[in-house]
């Protein structure tokens, strides 16, 4: 496909900046959910690769669990009962026939160790509670988010990277986190990140000063956490998230396959990637070398100062082909990832081009007045009214439009963002985050505690 090449590609990079399953391969080559809930009169076996979580998720819970001991006497004593664990909620969801979607889920961020709170800690009943909250949801999908930081001393540009910062969670922390989701029913999805404290830095637009010194220690990472992956039972493992700048490039290509040769010589599960935009995943030189392909949905949908837009008019946002001025390939010309067909086009061309099962892997809609205007950032519409019917309405939009994606082909949704505490509560651990203002509170894109949560869940129990 032509890409369209335009002057705003910086704009959206800083924008981007701010927004920063158990699956079973059938012989015909298609993916399908195998879903492990005892509810769900569809659900089908779990691959064996796929259940190495059982033992680590017994011996990570185990420990915390009440053993009652057996006591006798000479005399007759009163009995006081044994504490009884609480029982783990399990997630429940529609039959196939009845959801709209094979994978439908939310997506984790962890923006520091703090927040995989130890059994310990005071915030752990409410990171639980977060946890649990999500079997209410009709999801059977859980992607998890964390960086590794580039080393100090290194500039944005950096290739050197340290796993041992407060960035980056533990090995037991990892561990601790997918065996609370898979505990409760959930597929799990790792996408890991790196990071650097420079505030112009985004993966979207990262240069590596060295790239062949990049490859070899960020598929070290990679390896590393590959391995965390196979032993905690991670169900899919993003070899690439976000990184536009070194997947398309066809002198690379080699290097992209050493490296996920390294990841699967020590991982069985999904290989999996999450790229950008669907321009960047139609482009990539390692498609062949995925299970499935997911992409990244951030798109300026109405024109600038149309702050409410109505659904319908949300709606044709997705399939609009015009190339009129405002029209929606005309509003989203932003440099080599512009776009020059309908967003839903461009997403079914994904796999169109790789033969494919596709998923949209991070996708969210801020509840600010105007945001379906400005790629849902708030950047510059700061001092716009929050609104849900906003939010709202782009949900609507969004699970009316994708009625045309060939479920074939199209597997599934994550919802950004799903917080491990409460976003309602503006005291709480995020209150000084300087993630809150576009993720969290009344103006962020968390629906928890807002009507789009509720929207969600009718819409995944297939109402």
């Given at each position: 496909?032509?890409?369209?090449?335009?002057?705003?590609?910086?704009?959206?990079?800083?924008?981007?900046?701010?927004?920063?399953?158990?699956?079973?391969?059938?012989?015909?080559?298609?993916?399908?959910?195998?879903?492990?809930?005892?509810?769900?009169?569809?659900?089908?076996?779990?691959?064996?690769?796929?259940?190495?979580?059982?033992?680590?998720?017994?011996?990570?819970?185990s420990?915390?669990?009440?053993?009652?001991?057996?006591?006798?006497?000479?005399?007759?004593?009163?009995?006081?009962?044994?504490?009884?664990?609480?029982?783990?909620?399990?997630?429940?969801?529609?039959?196939?026939?009845?959801?709209?979607?094979?994978?439908?889920?939310v997506a984790?961020?962890?923006?520091?160790?703090?927040?995989?709170?130890?059994?310990?800690?005071?915030?752990?009943?409410?990171?639980?509670?977060?946890?649990?909250?999500?079997?209410?949801?009709?999801i059977?999908?859980?992607?998890?988010?964390?960086?590794?930081?580039?080393?100090?001393?290194?500039?944005?540009?950096?290739?050197?990277?340290?796993?041992?910062?407060?960035?980056?969670?533990?090995?037991?922390?990892?561990?601790?986190?997918?065996?609370?989701?898979?505990?409760?029913?959930f597929?799990?999805?790792?996408?890991?990140?790196?990071?650097?404290?420079?505030?112009?830095?985004?993966?979207?637009?990262?240069i590596?000063?060295?790239?062949?010194?990049?490859?070899?220690?960020?598929?070290?990472?990679?390896?590393?956490?590959?391995?965390?992956?196979?032993?905690?039972?991670?169900?899919?493992?993003?070899?690439?998230?976000?990184?536009?700048?070194?997947?398309?490039?066809?002198?690379?290509?080699?290097?992209?396959?050493?490296?996920?040769?390294?990841?699967e010589?020590?991982?069985?599960?999904?290989?999996?990637?999450?790229?950008?935009?669907?321009?960047?995943?139609?482009?990539?030189?390692?498609?062949?070398?995925?299970?499935?392909?997911?992409?990244?949905i951030?798109?300026?949908?109405?024109?600038?100062?149309?702050?409410?837009?109505?659904?319908?008019?949300?709606?044709?946002?997705?399939?609009?082909?015009?190339?009129?001025?405002?029209?929606?390939?005309?509003?989203?010309?932003?440099?080599i990832?512009?776009i020059?067909?309908?967003?839903?086009n461009?997403?079914?061309?994904?796999?169109?081009?790789?033969?494919?099962?596709i998923?949209?892997?991070?996708?969210?809609?801020i509840?600010?007045?105007?945001?379906?205007?400005?790629?849902?950032?708030?950047?510059?519409?700061?001092?716009?009214?929050?609104?849900?019917?906003?939010?709202?309405?782009?949900?609507?939009?969004?699970?009316?439009?994708?009625?045309?994606?060939?479920?074939s082909?199209?597997?599934?949704?994550?919802?950004?963002?799903?917080?491990?505490?409460?976003?309602?509560?503006?005291?709480?651990?995020?209150?000084?985050?300087?993630?809150?203002?576009?993720?969290?509170?009344?103006?962020?894109?968390?629906?928890?505690?807002?009507?789009?949560?509720?929207?969600?869940?009718?819409?995944?129990?297939?109402?």
């Open positions: 496909m032509h890409r369209a090449k335009a002057q705003a590609f910086s704009v959206f990079l800083f924008i981007l900046a701010l927004s920063s399953c158990v699956t079973i391969n059938n012989n015909d080559g298609s993916v399908e959910a195998a879903e492990s809930n005892s509810s769900n009169p569809d659900a089908i076996s779990v691959s064996p690769a796929a259940t190495q979580e059982s033992s680590t998720s017994t011996a990570l819970t420990s915390t669990s009440p053993t009652a001991t057996a006591t006798t006497t000479d005399t007759p004593a009163t009995t006081t009962p044994s504490p009884t664990a609480t029982p783990v909620p399990t997630t429940s969801f529609p039959s196939l026939d009845v959801r709209p979607f094979q994978n439908q889920g984790m961020q962890f923006w520091g160790r703090q927040w995989v709170p130890s059994a310990d800690d005071p915030l752990r009943a409410e990171f639980i509670e977060s946890l649990d909250l999500l079997t209410e949801m009709n059977n999908y859980v992607s998890i988010h964390f960086n590794v930081q580039i080393g100090e001393g290194w500039g944005p540009n950096g290739v050197v990277f340290d796993r041992n910062t407060n960035v980056t969670l533990t090995d037991a922390q990892v561990y601790d986190l997918v065996a609370l989701l898979k505990e409760r029913g597929i799990v999805n790792l996408k890991l990140g790196f990071w650097h404290p420079d505030p112009k830095f985004t993966m979207a637009g990262y590596p000063n060295d790239v062949d010194l990049w490859f070899t220690n960020w598929g070290e990472e990679l390896v590393h956490f590959a391995t965390l992956s196979e032993q905690a039972g991670v169900d899919a493992f993003d070899v690439a998230y976000e990184m536009a700048n070194l997947t398309t490039d066809q002198k690379y290509t080699a290097q992209w396959n050493t490296l996920i040769d390294g990841v010589a020590v991982y069985n599960g999904q290989v999996t990637a999450n790229f950008l935009n669907p321009v960047e995943a139609q482009e990539a030189v390692f498609l062949n070398r995925l299970d499935t392909v997911m992409t990244s951030f798109y300026k949908h109405v024109a600038t100062g149309n702050n409410n837009p109505t659904v319908d008019e949300l709606v044709e946002s997705w399939t609009d082909t015009s190339t009129d001025l405002d029209s929606v390939i005309d509003l989203n010309r932003w440099g990832w512009g020059d067909d309908s967003i839903m461009e997403i079914e061309a994904i796999h169109t081009i790789s033969g494919k099962p998923m949209i892997g991070d996708m969210g809609f509840s600010l007045d105007g945001a379906a205007s400005n790629w849902n950032s708030n950047f510059g519409i700061e001092t716009n009214p929050a609104s849900n019917d906003d939010q709202a309405d782009q949900y609507e939009a969004f699970f009316q439009a994708a009625r045309q994606l060939d479920r082909w199209f597997k599934g949704v994550l919802f950004v963002t799903w917080f491990p505490f409460d976003s309602t509560n503006s005291t709480g651990p995020y209150a000084d985050s300087t993630y809150r203002t576009n993720d969290i509170g009344p103006r962020g894109r968390a629906f928890r505690g807002k009507p789009a949560e509720q929207l969600i869940i009718d819409k995944f129990g297939g109402r």
